[in-house]
Each structure stands twice: as C-alpha cells, then as structure tokens.
C-alpha cells in the first residue's frame, strides 16, 4: 500500500521511536499536522513561537541524551528555527529538525513564505538535507537520526518541499545507513593511549580538564573511576558542569572566564593536562599565548579531530569517543597495576588547597539586598542537588554555574557556546517532558525571561510544574558589569526599564508568581515553591543591583591574570 | 605556503556551496576553485588552491573532513605532484604585434585556436607560475581578455585518490 509522503514522516518518526515532537503549524507543513493528528504514537508540543521549539527539543535531548526532535514550517517558521539550531549545533546538541518547504514547483520563484533554508541553515548545521522525491523521504529521515547522534553530535535539517508530503510512495524504512563519506571514529588509537597513559603516570602536577564531551559522551562514570584511582584534580568547562560530581573533594571548580582560582591556577601550572571532550575555547582558556606554556604535556582526548590543535597545539592527540577512550585507560591501569607518582602528587595538592583556601567564591553573606549567589546556594539546598537547572545567559547563568553544585550529568541545562539569552524557560519545558517528575528550576535574569516569555502559555497548556527563579537586578547584569569595568561606568541601554509586574504576568497565565525582596525570604519562597509540586512558580527575586560576577579573567586575558572581588 | 587541496566529494546539489561556505566561515584563503565529475558519475573531484601557516591549513583539512559529502580528502602538497591550469588568452595581433604574439606563443608552447584580424586567442596550459610567466612576457597593451580555469592537481606515480 502506497502512503502519502506526510504519512511517511510520521511513520519515520514512530521508527525512530520519538515520544515528543515540539512544534508550530502553518502551511507548508499542513499535510504533516494531518496525520499528526490521526495518530497518537508520539506527542506534538504546541509551543509559541518556532524557536521555543527547537531550543525545547534540544534540552530533551540534553536532559536524555536522545535525538530531540522539531517540526516548523516555511520560510518565518524555518529562519525563526535558526537561533535554535545554532545554539544546538554550538554545543553538539543530536538533533533533527524538519521544516517545510514550498511545492517544488515553486522552489525559486520567490514563493509565499519560501526561504532557501538549505542554505540559511547551512553554516550551523551538522548536515542538511532537501527531499526532492516521495521515495527518498524514509532514506533521508534514517541518515538524519544517524548523522545527528553519531560521531560528534549536531542538529541535522530535513527540509521538505509540501508537494512531496502529498505525494505517494511505498513506505519502508531502512534498517541501516551507509554513508561511505561519514564513518566517525569510536575506537581510540591504543599506541597514544598507551602513550597518554605513560605521561600521566609520570606527571608531577596533573589536571584533568573536561567538557560537554563527557556529558554528551555519558562518560561520567569512566571518569570518575579514572579520576578515583589516579587522584587528580579536576576541572569541568561550564559544558561540562556534572561530568564529574562537585561535590567531590578532587573537584576544583568551574574553569575558565568566571571560574575557579584554584582552577584556573592549576589549568595553567600543570605539566600533564588531560582535556577529555572540551574544546579550549576563548571563554577558557583565554588568550592561547599566554596559556603557552613549554613545560606542559597536552593530552586531548576528543571525538572531532577538528577539535585538536584549533586553538592550542596539542602533543599527544587522541580520536575517539571520550567514554570507550577512558575505558580503555581504566582497563590499561587495571592491567598494569601501576601507580601515580604520590610524593610529587602530594605537593601538588598542597598547592591546590593554598589556592582553594583563598575562598574565591565568597560574597557578603550578611546584605540586607538579596545576593543573587545566595538564591543559587538556597536553590541547590532546597532541591538537594537534585534539580535539573536550566538557565539563560549573563550574571545568573554564572552565578547558577558556580553555585549550584552539579553531580551529576545531564542536569545543568544552558546555552555554552552561542550564549543564546532567551533559552532558559523553553529549555525548562523540553527537560520537564523528559522528566515529568523532575524538580527543574529555571534560573534566568529580567533580560532574558523577556526574550521567551511567550512560552508561558505553552507551561500552561501542558501543566509543568517548573519554577522559575528570576534573578531581577533590573539590569543586564554582564553588559553592565563589563560597562563598569571597561567603559568607565558607561552604562549605555544596560538598564532594563519598564519591566512588567511578573507576579501579575504569572497569574494572567494562570500560574503562581511571587516576589521575594527580602533574604530572609529566601529559603522559605523556594522551599513554598518547591512544595507545589504541580504548580509552576514564577518567582522575582530582587536582587543586588551591583554584584558582580567573580572570579573574573578579562577578556584577552591569561587564566593567572584572575581577578577576584577581594581584589578590587 | 600555497596548497593544493584535492578532494572527492558526492556529486550531490550543494556540496560545492558547503565546501565554499566553510572558506568563508572560517576565513580561510582560496585563490581557485575547480570542480566536475569523475569517471564514476556520483563523485566530483574538487581542487581547491589555499595558503597558510601549517596549522591553517592542517585545520583546513580536518574542517573538509568533517563536511558528511566530502568523501576523500587530500594536500597535494604531502608528496609530489603535478599541478596544471589551462588559460586562455585573447590578445591584440595587429601589425608589430601580429609576429610577436605567435612568437611568444611558440616560446611558452601555446596553441592559437582562434585568428580574427585584429585578434588571436592562444591557449596556454601549465602550471599557475607558468601561465603568469606568460602574461608578465606579453606587452600589457596587447592583453585583450584573459580566462583561466583555476589548477587542477593530481600526484606523481603511484599516489593516488580514489575510493
């Protein structure tokens, strides 16, 4: 029996054993949202504006590790898509996203709502795909799913034409994919494991550097073994925030721009550095030629060869999939029963904790303003570590980042590499479907929640019970503090005026708003909040106006040019 | 340095706009571009000519790699090779000029294949040096039009790209 080509979608999503698809309906996409409606294999989430979307599809893919799935329509419908798509592809996000096209026909000749989508989205995919036939929908679909999830992970685009969801062909989908110009990597090349194994056991001041990789990879637990049994410190670049518990002893922190002094500190003095699934990135390392230095070994551990020696020449690369690579070191150390270098070890820590002791992280804790820090402390208390904890970006999603303390992977939710403001509550809504019993905190700032804040409806049509902890400074917050720093307290269009009451804005959804303005509220709001277990809160916390966010390596900087709040 | 880059790719609509686009978006150099089928129809051969530091155009090689219709990918410049381009060259032949552009032809081994009473058009093949020796040689007043289709690589003996 022939089915018409929408028919075939949905039968390939049902293959792909999909359970939500996050979407916005329009024309060219019309046929597809019939038989959506016909079926009930998967749920479509109505969200309120496409990029809500994709970025609510991404975090279900973060939040499971699964391919997250989008459907949009033409031309508004698809470059709406494309803030989404980018942040997903910035941070190697598995996902497919089908938009719809113009007839074929009509392909060229400046259609209603025909954008070159295949071209628009080119740069920031993973791959993308034009279905031109009927029969060539199944095939397309298969390859999407593969490329996305495998290899270094990225969102793939299948744009198809509406004439071909009409059109009819015999459904049959593939069972594998060949694609002779896409074999990614798994396996690492034993000679440099044996290699990295060999520097690491002889490394006087080690560091185990890692990122989304380990996240992404689902890695965590291989590296926590190897950490174990070598007893090195760790760092995780905000990507890789739960790759290894913070609660740990050997774990010193965040690294980067805002993170650690002992991080930072370490990441530079090493002379053996491990970087598993991290990037050195700008926002990391900060300037490459002052983190040159000659007397550090770096062993890079990553699944895209392209990820080596970008920024940072390298000296003992390794390709492979970060979870069978650290496998293979475990077992390596198992057989050979070697150890460490202890003595040199001991010293090492020694300096660590001299760097730890400074206590980089404190903030005035006796303010009669809410100190935003303080929320995220309270947060992490109130949900016992426990919380997924999405964020937006600026001050709230470094304070979320350095205080709350992440255990484990898959929790912390935020958009690293595009610092896309406006993902926080969409990113709410995409982990609350994947773990409808989860407690998922929203941490965002007045800025940002305004940039998605239609989304509340969608958190009302589908009663999720996220709570959303605003951290109002009636400011943005990043921009001001770099106005402050760099441009001698010009604070050009930074303030945030006419805010809305967001108490009132909640309830006219239909949720519970509250506005906390004293610290000694805190704790008892979130514990109130938190107790409504299938209510979504939206609470204002008025916050310091002034905080800033610290440790801080300024732009350009090097990691040892740290500067800390006592220091200013 | 200057590379030349050769790679197989699916002979797919919009493989050569993501090679063209990662150059863009990473900023990286082309000074020529040439593309077309293999003798197996689903493959083109592309030979893109580059330059940059070592670590450029090493990224460069990891970056076409990374592109799912790239199938093959590699620098010429690893081993030997042969590079040519084919050029072709309208130039004034009238009076004085008329003997010294076919002379000139003749020294760099051109072929005319096109004579009209105030012209020729002399095809030119070699390497890009080459085709530049040539047009440095001819009088700047005699050039008409040039066209040259960019170098195409292939290496020496048994150095071969294939699936």
């Known amino acids: 029996m022939e089915l018409s080509g929408a028919e075939i979608v949905i039968r390939c999503l049902q293959e792909e054993n999909v359970q939500y698809v996050f979407g916005y309906p329009g024309g060219a996409v019309l046929n597809i949202y019939d038989e959506i409606f016909k079926q009930d294999k998967f749920k479509h989430i109505l969200v309120r504006h496409e990029q809500a979307a994709v970025h609510a599809a991404d975090a279900y893919s973060r939040a499971t590790g699964e391919v997250g799935v989008a459907l949009v329509t033409s031309g508004p419908g698809a470059t709406n898509a494309i803030t989404g798509i980018a942040t997903a592809h910035m941070d190697s996000i598995p996902m497919v996203i089908i938009s719809g096209q113009a007839p074929t026909p009509q392909i060229g000749l400046d259609a209603f709502q025909e954008v070159d989508m295949i071209g628009i989205s080119r740069p920031c995919v993973k791959h993308n795909f034009l279905v031109k036939d009927v029969k060539d929908i199944a095939p397309t679909i298969k390859k999407a799913f593969f490329i996305a999830a495998t290899g270094r992970p990225g969102p793939v685009v299948v744009d198809i034409p509406k004439d071909i969801t009409a059109h009819l062909g015999h459904f049959e989908y593939p069972e594998t994919v060949e694609l002779r110009s896409y074999t990614p990597i798994l396996k690492g090349h034993s000679g440099q494991i044996k290699k990295a194994i060999k520097l690491m056991l002889e490394a006087k001041r080690p560091m185990l550097y890692t990122g989304g990789g380990v996240v992404l990879g689902d890695a965590a637990d291989q590296l926590v073994k190897l950490a174990h049994r070598l007893g090195f410190p760790v760092t995780n670049t905000l990507m890789g925030l739960g790759g290894y518990p913070a609660t740990d002893k050997q774990f010193v922190g965040m690294l980067g721009m805002h993170g650690t002094l002992e991080a930072n500190m370490a990441m530079q003095h090493c002379d053996v550095l491990i970087a598993v699934g991290a990037r050195f990135d700008d926002r990391v390392i900060g300037n490459p030629q002052h983190f040159y230095n000659k007397d550090r070994t770096i062993i890079h551990i990553d699944v895209d060869p392209s990820s080596i020696s970008k920024r940072v020449k390298v000296d003992v690369p390794i390709v492979g999939h970060v979870q069978s690579v650290l496998s293979e070191m475990n077992e390596l150390l198992d057989a050979e029963n070697r150890t460490p270098d202890t003595a040199a070890l001991k010293a090492w820590w020694t300096q660590i904790e001299e760097w730890r002791g400074r206590n980089c992280l404190s903030y005035n804790r006796n303010s009669d303003i809410i100190k935003p820090q303080y929320v995220i402390e309270k947060l992490w208390e109130v949900t016992k570590g426990d919380a997924y904890v999405t964020s937006d970006v600026g001050q709230h999603q470094m304070w979320a980042a350095q205080y709350y303390k992440f255990d484990k992977p898959r929790r912390w939710i935020n958009s690293g590499g595009l610092g896309t403001m406006g993902v926080g509550l969409p990113y709410a809504m995409g982990v609350q479907f994947a773990d409808p019993k989860a407690k998922v905190a929203c941490v965002t700032g007045e800025g940002s929640i305004q940039m998605n804040i239609q989304e509340l409806s969608t958190c009302k049509q589908f009663h999720l019970p996220i709570k959303v902890i605003l951290l109002n400074n009636r400011y943005l917050g990043m921009v001001r503090q770099w106005q402050q720093f760099f441009y001698e307290n010009r604070y050009s269009e930074s303030y945030m005026d006419s805010l809305p009451d967001f108490v009132k804005l909640a309830e006219s959804y239909g949720h519970v708003g509250m506005n906390i303005e004293n610290p000694a509220d805190v704790e008892g709001a979130l514990t109130e909040a938190f107790n409504l277990t299938d209510r979504f809160v939206f609470m204002n916390f008025i916050t310091d106006q002034s905080e800033n966010v610290f440790p801080m390596v300024p732009n350009g900087k090097g990691l040892s040019e740290i500067i800390l709040a006592e220091d200013l | ?163």
């Open chain 2, 1 to 163: 340095m200057k590379h030349i880059i050769s790679i197989l790719m699916e002979n797919e609509a919009g493989a050569l706009s993501r090679v063209a686009g990662l150059f863009s978006a990473r900023a990286y150099n082309i000074e020529s571009l040439t593309v077309a089928p293999t003798e197996d129809a689903t493959l083109s051969r592309m030979t893109i000519v580059t330059s940059g530091s070592d670590e450029v155009i090493e990224q460069i090689i990891k970056q076409l790699n990374k592109l799912i219709d790239v199938v093959k990918v590699l620098d010429l410049n690893d081993g030997r090779f042969i590079e040519r381009e084919l050029m072709l060259v309208k130039v004034k032949a009238t009076g004085s000029f008329r003997d010294e552009m076919k002379r000139m032809c003749d020294i760099f081994r051109g072929r005319i294949i096109d004579v009209a009473d105030g012209s020729y058009t002399i095809e030119l093949t070699g390497s890009g040096s080459k085709l530049d020796a040539f047009l440095e040689a001819l009088d700047k007043a005699a050039i008409l039009e040039t066209v040259r289709t960019g170098a195409s690589g292939i290496g020496r003996g048994d150095r071969i790209l294939k699936l």
